[in-house]
């Protein structure tokens, strides 16, 4: 019995433990608003990890001591489920895995707000670059044309082309 009673207290101890990381996580998620991309993923990291852990926490950490495999005694089993029926401890750890479950749904609308914000700024970087590329383009285009026109070779111009244009607008040999 003292071994059943001290199972149900690891159980809540397991149940307060991740219910205060759950809530440290929804205060570190708070506070992390407004900070730049890279921060806003790391942040995002870390409350994934976190929210890992206290599923684990949840499953390895009440689930198992809610389970009558520890003391396979059939007095004992009835006992330890009485116990923890009259505990509600799982309704607690129901409880706790819906405010994880929750904590879960934050972190992927986090994620959401993430990839729309890195997709936004590669598209302005994508229109700054553009804009650069255009505005280089049109300072080297006449600069260019100029250059090209006499870097003609004379050796390229036909004699007999000039001579007769020179004639038809009146310009003499």
Do not use: C, K, W
Not at 105 to 132: C, F, H, K, P, Y
Not at 159 to 172: C, E, N, T
Request: proline share 2%.
């Amino acid at each position: 019995m003292t071994l059943v009673a001290i199972l149900v207290v690891a159980a809540f101890a397991v149940l307060h433990r991740s219910r205060s990381r759950a809530y440290r996580a929804l205060e570190d998620h708070s506070r992390s608003r407004g900070e730049s991309i890279d921060q806003s993923r790391q942040t995002f990291t870390l409350l994934t990890d976190e929210m890992g852990e206290i599923q684990l926490d949840l499953s390895f950490g009440v689930e198992a001591y809610i389970d009558s495999v520890l003391i396979p005694d059939n007095l004992m089993q009835l006992f330890r489920a009485s116990l923890y029926d009259q505990l509600a401890v799982e309704g607690a750890a129901a409880n706790t895995a819906r405010m994880v479950e929750r904590l879960g749904t934050v972190i992927q609308s986090r994620s959401a707000a993430l990839i729309g914000a890195g997709q936004e700024a590669r598209e302005r970087q994508d229109r700054v670059l553009t804009s650069l590329f255009a505005v280089v383009s049109a300072v080297a285009i006449p600069p260019t044309l100029l250059l090209a026109f006499f870097s003609v070779n004379s050796s390229d111009i036909d004699p007999h082309l000039l001579v007769s244009l020179a004639q038809r607008r009146g310009f003499r040999e």
